[in-house]
């Protein structure tokens, strides 16, 4: 994987790199011991250029490297055996990328906008989540040695995501509001998990489904308008088309 820039965006340098809940209160990562780079030999193609046909300045290179350790995080955090070192499949290799380019998408409108940058403990927290997301920080750690991923790298990805997380916040303020009379239509109509319960018990978790739904809405709506403006090249014979 390659360094990142300020926005966690990919460059072209050796070096390398659902949605954020905005109130969630920030956490620091358990220590962790980080891998040295170089523990295993990890794809390094090109797999998505944002901001260009070609690389150069203000084009960021999505590695294929990028793509496998974060769709590995998932994997990790699914199953509690051994640690997922194996073939991926490209139903997962196609959403981590298409994620992947979509926050990327999003750290450039910040960055252009001019979107206030994220905290030491915005990015902490974001670690935090990554930890979250393989499983804790036990398995975290050893998938990061067994990947020869540095702390730096990790870092970058934390970063990015914490940059998208103040775009949202700063942009999709309204999104989260669900009215009463939402909730009740929603849970009326019979569209949603808790079939069979109380709107009384389940109230609460029916408005978190709601401004949940409306919030990816939301941001697939940014992502759209923002691919519409905004050159990209998808590289990887797993990418989507759209």
């Known amino acids: 994987m390659a360094p990142t820039d300020a926005l966690g965006a990919v460059t072209g340098r050796r070096r390398l790199p659902a949605l954020f809940c905005a109130l969630i209160a ?6 962790v011991a980080w891998a040295q780079p170089g523990a295993v030999r990890r794809a390094e193609g090109v797999v998505a250029l944002v901001g260009g046909s070609a ?3 203000g084009v960021v290179v999505v590695l294929e490297s990028d793509v496998t350790f974060e769709a590995r995080l998932r994997l990790c955090g699914r199953s509690r055996g051994e640690l997922p070192l194996g073939p991926l499949p490209d139903a997962l290799l196609r959403a981590t990328l298409d994620e992947i380019v979509g926050q990327v998408l999003i750290a450039r409108e910040a960055e ?7 905290t030491a403990a915005d990015v902490a927290h974001q670690e935090s989540q990554l930890a979250d997301l393989a499983g804790g920080a036990t398995r975290f750690a050893s ?14 990805i934390a970063r990015r995501r914490a940059t998208v997380q103040r775009f949202l916040q700063a942009n999709l303020e309204g999104a989260a509001v669900v009215t009463e009379e939402e909730v009740q239509s929603a849970y009326a109509a019979g569209d949603h998990p808790f079939i069979g319960q109380p709107l009384e018990e389940v109230h609460e978790a ?15 709506r940014w992502v759209t308008i923002l691919k519409q403006r905004t050159p990209l090249r998808l590289l990887a014979s797993y990418a989507s088309s759209t």
């Not at 920030?26 to 220590?31: N, R």
């Not at 029916?206 to 697939?220: E, I, K, S, T, Y």
């Open 143 to 156: 998938l990061v040695q067994a990947l020869g991923v540095t702390h730096e790298e990790v870092s970058d």
């Open 206 to 220: 029916m408005r978190v489904l709601l401004v949940r739904q409306a919030l990816d809405r939301a941001v697939a």
């Open 55 to 57: 690389p150069g300045p």
């Open 26 to 31: 920030c956490a620091q990562l358990p220590s």
């Open 112 to 118: 252009r906008v001019r979107v206030s940058p994220p």
